[in-house]
């Protein structure tokens, strides 16, 4: 019979459709379903459900579907703190090695477009140095060499104008970087965002503190 009651306490239970019910209601439940007959046999009944893990207890709450809060409990639980064998630390460990192959290409690049611009600086030197001594004179390509300097300087004053930033040889390298690396994840279909999830996921409570 006790049996039987207990049965019709769990149908009871889930028939009003509620998450979570005090642990005062639960023992009330328990005395009028017949299933205990003192408060102390319901205190005991109540401690044998959340052992057995039909209910969960956890101060004056009761959860009346425990495998919700499990569930709940393993997402919330970083991603450091799973096993080692955990499928998802594989898919973050691919990530972070396709993601510094990018960056890796993406510096060559960058060091490429440098190497040219430096080789076009030194070009320009040449010419001008070739045209003022060797073709033309000094009073011929003054003019030149300081129309040649207004524009640089106007092209450094726009590029202030639309960054806001200052235009120097290290801001523009994290620029060029910024662009390449962009273009290099979107040719090979980086998801960046499953990435930030991950990581953000595998993060600590001490690694998380270690930011602030």
């Not at 009073?139 to 004053?157: G, L, N, Q, R």
Request: glycine content about 4%.
């Amino acid at each position: 019979m006790r049996l039987v009651n207990v049965e019709s306490l769990k149908t009871k239970l889930e028939m009003e459709g509620k998450e979570v019910i005090g642990y005062s209601e639960l023992l009330e439940a328990c005395k009028s379903m017949d299933v205990a007959r003192s408060l102390n046999e319901a205190i005991a009944f109540a401690r044998v459900l959340d052992e057995a893990g039909v209910v969960l207890v956890f101060r004056d709450k009761v959860y009346l579907h425990p495998e919700k809060v499990v569930d709940l409990v393993r997402k919330a639980v970083p991603l450091a703190l799973a096993p080692e064998d955990d499928p998802i630390k594989d898919e973050l460990k691919r990530l972070l090695e396709q993601k510094e192959e990018i960056d890796v290409q993406a510096h060559k690049e960058v060091r490429r477009i440098l190497w040219t611009g430096l080789g076009l600086a030194v070009g320009q030197v040449g010419l001008f140095f070739r045209l003022t001594f060797w073709e033309f004179s000094w009073d011929v390509m003054e003019p030149i060499t300081y129309f040649s300097t207004s524009i640089i300087i106007v092209i450094c004053y726009a590029y202030f104008l639309f960054t806001s930033r200052d235009p120097t040889y290290q801001d523009l390298m994290k620029r060029l970087f910024l662009s390449r690396q962009r273009k290099l994840l979107l040719n090979h279909n980086f998801d960046l965002g499953k990435l930030k999830a991950l990581q953000n996921k595998c993060k600590t409570p001490l690694d998380a503190s270690a930011f602030v």
